[in-house]
C-alpha cells in the first residue's frame, strides 16, 4: 500500500476562497501528503486526489454513483489498480438534522457508520450559526476507528483526521480519508 496511507493522524484543509473547491491534506509534521481539486459545474460529483498539486500522480477516485441523490454513494476507488477500496452513502434524511453517512465494503455491505457527535450541536450549526466547529465519529459496531475534529476558525476549514484508535486496523486509511475529503466536500456546502 502507497506510504501516504500509514499515518495515524492527518490535518484536512479546504482553501475557502476558490471558485472551485480545493483540498489538501497533511501528515503530522505538516508535509503535503495528497491535493484535490473539486471540478466545478459537475451533476455528478468526481473527486481526483492527487499526491502533488501537479497532478501528476492520481492516488484516489472518488465518485458519486448518480447525478442527484439525496441518499448519495460515493465509491472511492483507488486509481492504479482500478479496485473498488470501499464507499460512503450519506443518510439523506437522517442527515437533514445530524449529518450520517454509511461506510462500505467494496461489496456494499455495511461496514460501520460516521456521523456528527451530538444533535444539539448539529441542530444549533443548522439553525443558529455555522461558527461551532462540525466533530464526527467513524464507529465499526461499538468500536470507534476515527475522529473528525473541525478546527474553530472562520476564515478556513480544517479538518482533523485521527485513526490512532483504530488498533486493530479495521479502517482503511484511504477510505477514511476519502471520508474526511467528502465532509469537507459535501456537508462543508452548508457553511
Known sequence: ?????????????????????????????????????????KLREDIRV???EAKTQEVLAIKARQIIDFSAAYDVVESATGQKVGAMRRKGLASMFRDEWEVLDVNDNVLGKLFEDSMGLALVR???????????????????????????????YELNLDFSMDTAGQLDRRLGIAAGILLAAVEGRQQ
Do not use: C, H
Not at 131 to 156: A, C, I, S, W
Open 126 to 156: 443548522r439553525f443558529l450559526t455555522n461558527l461551532v466547529p462540525q466533530n464526527y465519529d467513524m464507529t465499526f459496531g461499538e468500536t470507534r476507528v476515527g475522529d473528525y475534529k473541525q478546527n474553530f476558525n472562520p476564515f478556513t
Open 1 to 41: 500500500m502507497n506510504p501516504i496511507f500509514q499515518f495515524n493522524n492527518y490535518l484536512l484543509k479546504r482553501q475557502v476562497f476558490a471558485l472551485a473547491g480545493k483540498f489538501r491534506v497533511f501528515d503530522p509534521s505538516g508535509r503535503l501528503l495528497l491535493f484535490s481539486e473539486q471540478k466545478m459545474f
Open 50 to 52: 492527487y499526491a502533488d
